[in-house]
């Protein structure tokens, strides 16, 4: 059964069509990717699914439920965390202002803490975001993110921004907190290996006004590794068939 | 070490000048009995703050500089924020915003007088309309440059209106609020003293008058050296708030152009 639906979803930008009947169903559970090149509209959709931004047409539905505004099961993660992450506010207090509003500032600093040792940040509660390192600063948009306890994660390239060690820590960080707490996700990126590597399912995107053109089961056993997984036949084989779909594509 | 030697050799020429003051008036270059040595200036301050007179005015005029400042500042701050957010406040304002702002203030002195009297009311409304633009126009602006993604950040946890503006949208325009309050500070102490030269028997503006008309240099000179003192004082004191208020600012490599 389908958590997340975006059922023929339009959207134009001034006029000027972006996307046009994009449709596709994530199950409960399931990490689904969405992948396409740059500039197709996948932040666009995603937020679109996060009701941040809302369709020209088409409808969103969360476990049934047809949504025009943000809903309480899905957290929005950035692509930019620097623009995300308040620089006034102490790493600690940035977690903290995704439930304080709803739990008040004690227990909200104390599940802070929590999340920000299970992303590896224990110690680093009074720094500031700016003292941090570029991954340090995502893994606390993250921490932020699982602080509110969403049912559904919609990342927006949350691993694009930092360099290629990083986001190979960040992966085994997100697949490790993804299994322990059932998320639904849905990961938009232009990263074919990132999409294999991570994902149940990749969705891919055509290129502007966008839709989903195909859906690709990626099969690969779980739990993965970072190596071993990147050289089995099958992970090679699905690379090279989604590059080719991603190279193949006219030029606009 | 060479910034330093840069400060030193700025001081060196204030010294230098206050010395030619000083020689000027004791070698009678200047040939004036409205040119006192600087020193008598020094004495006769001095002499005044002393018996308690000049504290007194200072205050005064401090209190109502002060007073405008926050009821010109919070009036600035929360309508720059409904300008910003409310599009209906905008739209509703502007034209009057845009009308009001180019008056010079001191024309709205005689006005003001008829309907509040020449007393602390009227003083602290000038003051209060000097602050209010720059502090709303800059409001405005700081709003402008709010990061969309922290807004819809606030969103995406289910934050709601108000609160996003107080917690994001507030501390996030704030260097530029503050940047309105530098500007509003410089410009609150010289209306508050051109009110007290034009209307009513209070502060160091009406001391000034007085001691022009009395004839009395020292007193005057004496009384601009301080209001000079005051100043300075101020926008330093002014400076060191904003860098502990808006430290990740500067931590960000924001620049302030003090
Ligand atoms: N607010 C807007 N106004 C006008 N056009 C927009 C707006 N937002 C996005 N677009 C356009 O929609 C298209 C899709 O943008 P979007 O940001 O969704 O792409 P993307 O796939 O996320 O790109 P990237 O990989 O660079 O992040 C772009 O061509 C962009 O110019
Ligand atoms: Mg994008």
């Known amino acids: ?59 969103v539905r969360i476990a049934g439920r047809a949504i025009t505004a943000p809903p309480p099961e899905a957290v929005y993660v950035f692509q930019q965390y620097t623009r995300s992450l308040l620089p006034w506010r102490s790493v600690r ?13 004690r227990r909200a600093r ?96 055509t290129y502007r006004p ?15 590794d970072p190596i071993t997984t990147r050289a089995l036949p099958q992970f090679l084989e699905l690379r090279q068939t989604l590059l080719q779909k991603l190279l193949a594509r006219p030029d606009a | 070490m060479t ?20 020689v000027s008036a004791r070698l009678g270059w200047v040939a004036s009995p409205n040119w006192p040595p600087f020193t008598a200036v020094v004495a006769a301050l001095a002499r005044d703050v002393m018996t308690g007179e000049i504290p007194l005015l200072v205050g005064g005029t401090l ?8 009821a010109g500042g919070v009036a600035g701050v929360v309508l720059g924020l409904a300008f910003a957010l409310l599009p209906f406040v905008a739209r509703l304002f502007a034209p009057i915003v845009e009308l009001l702002r180019p008056i010079p203030v001191p024309a709205v002195i005689p006005p003001l007088v008829l309907f509040l009297g020449l007393d602390d009311t009227m003083k602290v409304t000038v003051v209060a309309l000097t602050v209010f633009f720059p502090v709303l126009t800059n409001t405005v602006q700081g709003v402008r440059a709010v990061e969309a993604d922290a807004l819809a950040m606030g969103r995406t946890f289910g934050i709601g209106a108000l609160r996003r503006a107080l917690f994001i949208v507030l501390p996030a325009s704030l260097p530029y609020i503050l940047a309105g309050f ?51 004082a101020l926008n330093r004191g002014f400076l060191l708030a904003e860098r502990r208020m808006i430290h990740w600012w500067f931590a960000l490599g924001r620049q302030s152009d003090a």
């Not at chain 1, 207090?93 to 500032?105: I, P, Q, S």
């Not at chain 1, 930092?162 to 938009?188: C, E, G, N, P, Q």
């Not at chain 2, 209190?63 to 926050?70: D, K, S, T, V």
């Not at chain 2, 003293?193 to 209070?202: D, N, P, S, Y």
Request: hydrophobic fraction near 55%; glycine fraction near 8%; aromatic fraction near 8%.
């Open chain 1, 1 to 59: 059964m389908s958590f997340l639906s975006l059922d023929a979803i339009n959207k134009s930008f001034a006029g000027v069509p972006v996307m046009r009947d994009a449709t596709l169903a994530v199950r409960e559970g399931e990490f689904m990717a969405v992948l396409g090149p740059s500039g197709c509209g996948k932040s666009t959709l995603l937020q679109i699914a996060a009701g941040l931004l809302p369709p020209s047409a088409g409808t």
């Open chain 1, 93 to 105: 207090d940035n977690v903290a202002f995704a439930t304080e509003h709803r739990l008040g500032k």
């Open chain 1, 110 to 205: 104390a599940i802070a803490e929590e999340t920000l040792a299970q992303v590896g940040l224990s110690g680093f509660g009074d720094h500031f975001p700016w003292q941090l390192s570029g991954g340090m600063q995502q893994r606390v948009a993250i921490a932020r993110a699982l602080a509110a306890e969403p049912a559904i994660l919609l990342l927006d390239e949350p691993f694009s921004a930092v360099d290629a060690l990083t986001r190979l820590d960040l992966h085994a960080l997100f697949l490790d907190i993804w299994s322990r707490r059932k998320l639904t996700v849905m990961l938009v990126t232009h990263d074919v290996e990132e999409a294999i590597y991570l994902a149940d399912r990749i969705a891919l995107l």
């Open chain 1, 210 to 224: 966008s839709s989903i053109s195909e859906i690709f089961e990626v099969g690969l056993p779980r739990p993965r």
């Open chain 2, 3 to 22: 910034s330093r030697l840069r400060n030193a050799s700025g001081f060196a020429l204030v010294l230098a000048l206050l010395l030619l003051w000083e």
């Open chain 2, 63 to 70: 209190w109502r500089m002060a007073a405008g400042l926050f």
């Open chain 2, 182 to 232: 530098r500007i509003a500070l410089a410009l609150a102490l010289v209306v508050a003293v051109v009110a007290e030269m034009i209307a009513g028997e209070q502060g160091v503006g009406h001391y000034l008058v007085m001691m022009q008309f009395a004839g009395r240099a020292e007193e005057i000179y004496a009384t601009v050296l301080l209001l000079g003192m005051l100043g300075y």
